[in-house]
């Protein structure tokens, strides 16, 4: 169990919902989602290619299915894709709280995400000057911890709190991830519960005077959901083991304060 203290518990009093996807059709909402387009190695090191094809990118069961798909070419290695979506120009948020309902593949290799980027990645500069909150990630061979992560300045730094389960894992049953953001403090909660919580960023890179705080969380962020396979931090597939499971995500909602 992780030893950070519960200070409290996740609380919606003072919001209000202003838009969700419960993924209740059978195709993709192209008017909530954008499906981006990536090469392998394009962050990370990472091995997929980002494609926009229905045998990664499903939806189904009430859920939104995010596949990878291995092949194997003809001079015997592996080539990977996957899916990756985001809502940036269709739905942005200057603050609030986003949670997402989900369960994340099982797999070394694997690194299933729900994050946030600026609507104008240059709007303080490229990244990891423009900012980024990661609202969960789990490495798919450590399947009882999440990460909440914040990317800021160049050079570049993170914050990041963890949190364990006492029991079972991310992989077997649906959780509810939750980030709550607001102006000058980042929260983290699973399940309802927080465990996490920053208040310290800044925005600033050589040669620059700083850009003041709150920058860069003050502006408009989009939400991602991507499933990658292999990379720097998460690691690589046994290529000969490895197996297509699914990231399965049941609802988003963003909520933000009443006025």
Known sequence: MSDVKRLNDLSYEGYELVWMDDFDGDTLNREDWNVE????????K??????????????KDSNLYLIPIQ?????????????????????????????????????KGYL?????????EDYYGQWPKCGEIDCMEILGDKLD????????????????????????????????????????????????????????????????DKVPYPAPFNQPFHIILNLAVGGEWVGYPEDETFEANPYMIDYVKAYQRIK
Request: with cysteine; hydrophobic share 30%; glycine share 10%.
């Open 145 to 208: 911890t999440v990460h909440g992560t914040i990317h800021f300045g160049e050079p570049h730094e993170q914050r990041q709190g963890s949190w364990t389960l006492e029991e079972g894992n991310f992989a077997d049953e649906y959780h509810l991830f939750s980030c709550e953001y607001m102006e000058g403090c980042i929260k983290w909660y699973v399940d309802g519960h927080f465990y996490y919580e920053t208040s310290d960023w800044f925005s600033a890179w050589p040669g620059k």
């Open 71 to 107: 092949t194997r070419k003809e001079d015997g290695t592996y080539y990977y894709t996957s899916g990756r979506v985001n809502t940036q120009g269709k739905h942005d948020f200057k603050y609030g709280l986003f949670e997402a309902r989900l369960r994340v593949p099982r797999g």
């Open 37 to 44: 387009l990536h090469e392998p190695g394009w962050v990370n």
């Open 112 to 120: 299933p995400a729900f994050w946030m980027m600026p609507l104008d």
């Open 46 to 59: 990472e091995l997929q290619e980002y494609v926009d094809s229905t045998d990664n990118i499903q939806v």
